[in-house]
Structures are given as structure tokens and as C-alpha cells.
């Protein structure tokens, strides 16, 4: 079997390293790839852009690929999985119709409120004027999203009434383009976020291991929103039961209200919900893919072949495949940055230290995120350079293998949250602490 993964981050690389553990996957292509999937076995980095549809259709055709698989928002949104299966080729990743719930905030807000899931009260505005009104009445904090995609910057949880009126301003001034065209404003949530990935065909859905993202770039959760800073999976304080309140009241009802609308959903339904004090779960988001680095904390975990899993969801089978099988045991990611990152940073500095944990039997996986593989280096090529993978019996091995492999990682002004999972020392199952 050939398989193309469509994108350059952490997630495509530890899809792309999944797939080639399968005997059952002779080639991996990935579009474009970094610098982890440049030194991959029997994986090819293709420099095409994850937007140059035609290309990607012609490579495919060209090749024979079974399957796409579709990593980034940023294609899904535009179409390419119309763009592709009308070429008749076999894609993991919804329409751009479905991939709607996450390019507007608003959509999928209205998407929720049809579907009567339970999320932060909110409404949509076109208008300065009546926004700020809005917040005035509601009071701080509150929370202020551009409408449409803005590479995880679009959101700002405003503690004051000021920061909220700024952040609108800031969202119509233009700088997010189309998708500052409207902003919704909703309810602050309290609580604990937890990721919750699941795959699904359009009709059936199959929930993965849910994770616990640290999105905030500074240790104690604090500072600007980043893409993700690390990730552990499972979360103890998603019971089976709690998972099955968000499989019912939330993924279901959401996959119905989406087949309502003839929209055929195949890919990653992503919950990004809030876990109250309650312990009653609420949608902050959807997305319309895996999550970085959410995936480099679930995959390695994974024990049913993901090709299989991608298969079925792509040609509405999933039915016929059993209950995911998991490995036993627990997984830890540590991300390391470019110093400066979520604002500016360097590019182009040497990363030491990669040669030493490499090898099938080695404790710690390196997941590449913003590399690039040049004149025999591994260069830093982005703002979330690396993702460090630990797997253990318990949290503290498995954080102890990340960060003991950070230990021997280096390059200029690298940066990692030490702090990574420090509420799961501190969670009994059930308990919302
Ligand atoms: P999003 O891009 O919607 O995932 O938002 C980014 C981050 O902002 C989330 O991961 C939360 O930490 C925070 N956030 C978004 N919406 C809310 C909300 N209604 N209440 C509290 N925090 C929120
Ligand atoms: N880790 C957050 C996301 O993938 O959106």
C-alpha cells in the first residue's frame, strides 16, 4: 500500500513514522514533509504544496496511492478533498463543507446550538460598534474569537473589559484577513481541557485516547497561546463514563446534525472540550483534523494498524472494523521551541544530539515539527521544532524518557516547558481537581 501525507509539522511526521511501522505499508510520501520525514525508511519527502491540488492529484495518479491522508486545517478548508475524490482518489479528511466546523467559528457554533451540545453561550458580529456594546452588557472575563482560520492566534480570553474591546478592534483591523470578517464572543469556560480525537467514516464514530494539550507558553499555564506545548494521553480524569457522556451528547449529536445537512464527514472529528468543576464536559472548538501534538502523544499508543483505521473511514467501512486496540501504558510529549516562538524567532540553527536516540529500541521517539534536512543536518525550521515522545507504565516514566532525551537535544535558544503534565500527578481518576 502507498500513502501520501499532505503537510510539514510534528502530526505529519508521527503519521507518516505510523504508517511505515505497518508491513502492510510498502511507501509513504509526504507533502511536503520536514526533516524528520526526510530520514524516515521508506518514506519520500515530494516538495509540492499541500495546495497545489493538481499536483497532488497528478503525483497520486502517477504513483498509484492508495490512500491520502490530510494533516493541516489549511487544505481541508480549501477543498481538497472535493478537489481529489472527484479525481477518484481515496482521502482521510472531511469536504470542505464539513471542514467548515472548524474554518468558522460561527458555523460551527450554529453547527453545536442545532445539534443542542452542550458549549459557551455566544453570538456573532460584523460590527465594532454592536460588539463592544455586546461586552459591556456581558462583562469580563469573556472571550473574543475571529470567525475564520488565524493559525491559532484569533483567540483571546479577555480577563477585562479593555483587553476585550482591544481584542476586537484587533480583530477587524484586518490582520487576520477573511477571517476577521466577523468575531463571535462567548462565555468564558472554567475548567480542564481535554482533547478528544475521534475517527469516523460519516456514520460511524470511534473515539481515540483522550489527551491533555498545554497551550500556553509559559510553566503554570501561563502567557500567549501557543499551537500546543506538550501533551500527555490517556487523561485519568476522562472516565469510561465521562467518555461515554462525550461520545452521546457531543460527537454523535454533532455527526448527525453534519449527515442532516448531507454533509458525508470522513476523517478526524476533533473536541476541543472544556471539563467543568462539574465535571460535565463542554465544546470550546471543533476541529476537522488530528491535533498537534496531540497525535504524537496518541499514535505511539495505537496498536490496531492506522492504515486499516484511515481505510475504513475513507470508504465509509468503519463499522466492520473491531474496537480500537490500544497498547498498554502511557504517553508523554514534550515540545521544544524556537526561542521567541509564538512571536518571532530564529530559523536555521543545527539541532545536536538526534544521532544519539535514534535505533528501534530507543526509550524516547523524536517527532520533527518545524525541521528541515539539509547538506546532512537537521536544521531548526520553524517555531515548534521538535516533539519528544516518552512511553511508560506510569506518567512519571514516561515524562522521565521525554525529558531525559531533551537532556541530550540541543540547538540555539531552544525552549521547553518543564512543567509538561503536572496536573496528572495530581489526578485520581473522576476527580476534576
Ligand atoms: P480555540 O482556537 O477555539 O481552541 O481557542 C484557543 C484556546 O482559547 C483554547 O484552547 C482555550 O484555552 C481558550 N478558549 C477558547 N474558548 C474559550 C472559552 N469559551 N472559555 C475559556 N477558554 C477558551
Ligand atoms: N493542539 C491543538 C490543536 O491541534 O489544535
Known sequence: MRI???????????????????????QVYCIPGNGGTATLERCQNIA?????????????????????????????ALGITDVLTAKGLLVFGPTQAGAQIESSKTWAKELMEAAAVPTAKAQSFTDTALAVAYVKDQGAPIVIKADGLAAGKGVTVAETIEEAIAAITDVFSGKFGLAGAQVLIEDCLVGQEVSVLALTDGITLRPLLPAQDHKRIGEGDTGPNTGGMGVYA???????????????????????????????????????????PAGDPKVIEFNCRFGDPETQAILPLLETPLEQLAIACATQTLKTVGPIAWKTGV?????????????????????????TLGGSSAAATVFHAGTRFQDGQILTDGGRVLAVNGLGLNFDQAFAQAYAAIAAIHFQDCYWRQDIGYRVRTQTPGSIP
Not at 48 to 68: H, W, Y
Open 48 to 76: 509540492l504544496s499541500p495546495e497545489d491540488f493538481v499536483g497532488i492529484a497528478e503525483f497520486a495518479q502517477a504513483k498509484q496511492v492508495n490512500l491520502v491522508v490530510v494533516g493541516p486545517e489549511v487544505p481541508l
Open 331 to 355: 504517553s508523554a510529549c514534550v515540545v521544544m521551541a524556537a526561542g521567541g516562538y509564538p512571536g518571532d524567532y530564529e530559523k536555521g540553527y543545527p539541532i545536536t544530539g538526534l544521532e
Open 234 to 276: 490517556p487523561v485519568p480524569l476522562v472516565t469510561e463514563a465521562l467518555m461515554d457522556r462525550i461520545q452521546t451528547e457531543i460527537l454523535e449529536p454533532v455527526l448527525a446534525e453534519l449527515r442532516s445537512r448531507q454533509i458525508d464527514y470522513r476523517g478526524v472529528l476533533y473536541a476541543g472540550l472544556m471539563i467543568t
Open 4 to 26: 501520501i501525507v499532505v503537510g510539514n509539522g510534528g502530526r505529519e511526521h508521527a503519521l507518516a513514522w505510523k504508517f511505515t511501522q505497518s508491513p502492510g505499508v510498502d
